[in-house]
């Protein structure tokens, strides 16, 4: 199994980006994303739980702003995001597992992770 996301790249303050994560292997009714910005710990940011798309969850930080969603014939789980802040500045990783991922999941339980990707927003 691997997960490839990709999407970063550099964004001025309330710009948009769209990130991806593209699952090979096998399919996840379970994905969610995470972000790591520097000095700081990994945090959950969405997650989404259904093959449907129906059940998702975010963290407050990112509520109202980022949008979690699936494009099943791709085996892909998008992150809109919108109105970014300089404090969304972190490398994203999105994950997968046959567990709900949600903001007390541990990372250590996590089974997949892809390998990052970087989104800077500038002031």
């Known amino acids: 199994v691997q997960l490839q996301a990709c999407g970063g790249g550099l964004v001025q303050a309330g710009g948009s980006l769209r990130l991806s994560c593209a699952a090979s292997?096998?399919?996840?009714?379970?994905m969610g994303w995470f972000r790591q910005a520097p000095g700081k710990e990994r945090e959950f940011v969405a997650g989404i739980y259904d093959w449907r798309g129906a059940l998702t969850s975010y963290s407050d930080s990112v509520k109202g702003r980022f949008t979690i969603s699936r494009d099943n014939a791709r085996n892909t789980v998008l992150l809109q995001m919108t109105s970014l802040k300089p404090e969304d500045t972190a490398v994203y990783y999105c994950?997968?597992?046959?567990?709900?991922?949600?903001?007390?999941?541990?990372?250590?339980?996590?089974?997949?992770w892809g390998q990052g990707t970087l989104v800077t927003v500038s002031s």
């Open positions: 292997g096998r399919t996840f009714d379970n």
């Open positions: 994950a997968a597992d046959n567990g709900p991922i949600t903001a007390s999941t541990s990372l250590a339980r996590i089974d997949y």
